[in-house]
């Protein structure tokens, strides 16, 4: 029979080899020992946290954070333990509660960097590069030499097209850890901006060839190089590294949460869409409330994900009488109210103004909190993928318009397919041709019966005819919201260069109007073959021009 005190003997060992192996760096024989000892019966902070960090290392973050409330409540405050669990919540989804529990942490050790890092990344995949940006700086005053945090913010300033600004902060980065993924990548990318192809693509190369590259970062990186390839005429290359970037960034999300909701994804609009084709039409609102903020136009410009958006609301940016926003999420609430299946679609047909007016008042406080002056100008609130939520922005917002862009479904999905984009579930169905071109026809045959049913007025903008006539198409579309054409609207790439753009086309908007994205799938016809079909129907339905080869 065991005592209390050989029982305690034994635990005060067990917690002198942890201590022991945690010394020696030895983080999986801690895991093993504090296992052992949390078997025994021993409950402590440290072990919990050496358990729970083993775990989320295994990419199980979901089982780490029981163990990291259990230690929170044990002591509670402790920086360490708080950090942990932050990470562990933005790795299962829930990154909203991630950057509440990172503030917590920084609100005890304002100087702690490894969560003004960790904030900064859930701000990038929250599509926030600003405030991400702010936090990568703040992770580096607190620690010049943190280079992931150097890299990143690097990464950051290439995509943006701030040069100078990514070359100096990868070499700092390089300085401290001469082999950073994330540095050689934003060289790369800086030299592939400059048109330096040869240069940027053997930087690439050589990245890939180190046998001790980072896993996590070789999606990147491919995507990099299938742009050079792309550049360089040389399309089957180029296909063969965007596809190897989609295969690794597909499997790396095998088993994370976002593979899993976006599967519910796909169900959902199945469900939305059997309950969209049973409604009749809506009528038109009775009423219409005034704009908050004392705006004078509120127009939501929709379409889908490499469709023109970015291209039209960095034009529409440059008018003087106008506001945009650019890809915020502030229509989350009401989504979450409304549109995840029938009943949600039939509660939102039957609510009164009384009913929406909690989510009006919610979208026009984020839109304040954001800092815009809308007071007297057109609000553009630009997110393609809000043309899912057509009833939502209907009925909330009756006095609102809708420009939708459209372009070949062709160019879209291959461009889609090629460009790198955050992780959340939408974006994961990009990660194979198949799923791109589903998500394609699921989301357009949603649109159309969400057109069908709601009043609000919409405007289509075909991509291919506002590049080539700008000005004719422009003045249509201003007519439609209500301002004047302004030659402005003509200088937009200028004005484009000082914004931050949240989007993967930020460098093709830099460079001014030009139609090298237009019918850029004939490249690439042998390798969409496959999902052509998938598009054939949209392709005629929009009255682009059949693939002459199928």
């Not at 989504?335 to 009164?352: I, K, Y």
Request: proline share 6%.
């Amino acid at each position: 029979m065991t005592t209390i005190d050989e029982q305690d003997i034994r635990h005060r060992r067990q917690m002198a080899e942890v201590d022991a192996a945690l010394a020696r760096n030895d983080y999986a024989g801690a895991a093993l020992l504090a296992k052992a000892a949390t078997d025994d019966g021993l409950r402590h902070p440290k072990l919990l946290s050496v358990l729970a960090f083993s775990l989320f290392e295994a990419r199980r973050p979901a089982e780490a954070l029981p163990l990291l409330d259990e230690a929170d409540a044990m002591t509670p405050g402790d920086p360490h333990i708080l950090h942990g669990r932050a990470c562990c919540l933005a790795d299962v989804g829930r990154r909203v509660d991630a950057l509440i529990a990172f503030d917590k942490v920084l609100g005890l050790r304002p100087g702690f960097a490894p969560s003004h890092f960790q904030k900064a990344r859930v701000l990038a995949s929250l599509n926030d590069p600003d405030a991400a940006a702010r936090a990568y700086e703040l992770a580096i005053a607190c620690d010049p030499n943190f280079a992931d945090a150097l890299g990143e913010r690097a990464f950051g300033a290439a995509r943006q097209g701030q040069l100078a600004q990514a070359r100096d902060l990868a070499g700092r980065a390089l300085a401290i850890a001469p082999n950073l993924p994330v540095a050689h990548i934003s060289l790369a990318i800086a030299d592939f901006t400059e048109n330096r192809l040869d240069e940027a693509g053997e930087r690439i190369r050589t990245l890939l060839a180190d046998p001790l590259f980072n896993q996590a970062s070789r999606p990147s990186a491919l995507s990099v190089l299938g742009d050079v390839l792309d550049r360089q005429r040389r399309y089957d290359e180029a296909f063969e590294a965007y596809a190897e970037s989609k295969r690794l960034s597909h499997v790396l999300a095998i088993g994370s949460w976002v593979a899993g909701a976006s599967e519910a994804l796909m169900e959902r609009f199945e469900r939305l869409l059997v309950a969209a084709r049973r409604l009749d039409p809506w009528k038109p609102p009775s009423s219409t409330p005034s704009h908050g903020g004392g705006a004078a136009g509120h127009v939501f410009l929709v379409g889908f994900p490499r469709s023109g958006t970015t291209l039209l609301e960095q034009v529409l940016a440059s008018h003087p009488s106008i506001v945009t926003l650019e890809e915020r999420l502030f229509l989350r609430p009401a989504e979450e109210a409304f549109m995840t299946d029938a009943e949600g679609l039939s509660r939102l047909e039957q609510a009164t103004d009384d009913d929406l007016e909690p989510f009006r008042a919610m979208y026009w406080q984020d839109v304040a909190d954001r800092g815009l002056d809308v007071r007297g100008k057109i609000l553009i609130d630009k997110l393609p993928l809000a043309s899912l939520l057509l009833p939502v922005i209907g009925k909330i917002f009756p006095g609102s318009k809708v420009l939708f862009a459209q372009r070949d479904p062709r160019d879209v999905v291959l461009s889609c397919f090629r460009r790198s984009f955050g992780f959340n579930p939408a974006m994961h169905l990009f990660t194979t041709l198949p799923g791109a071109a589903a998500f394609y026809d699921r989301a357009m045959a949603l649109a159309t019966e969400y057109r069908r049913i709601v009043p609000t007025p919409l405007h289509l903008v075909r991509h291919e005819a506002f590049v080539a006539d700008f000005e004719g198409r422009g003045r249509e579309i201003c007519d439609f919201i209500g301002v004047e054409w302004d030659d402005a609207m003509k200088e937009f790439a200028s004005a484009a260069a000082s914004r931050t753009i949240n989007t993967p086309s930020a460098p093709q908007v830099r460079r001014g109007l030009n139609s090298e994205g237009i019918g850029h799938w004939r490249h690439y016809r042998q390798s969409l073959a496959p999902i052509l079909p998938v598009l054939a129907p949209w392709v005629q339905r929009m009255g682009y021009e059949p693939d002459s080869a199928a």
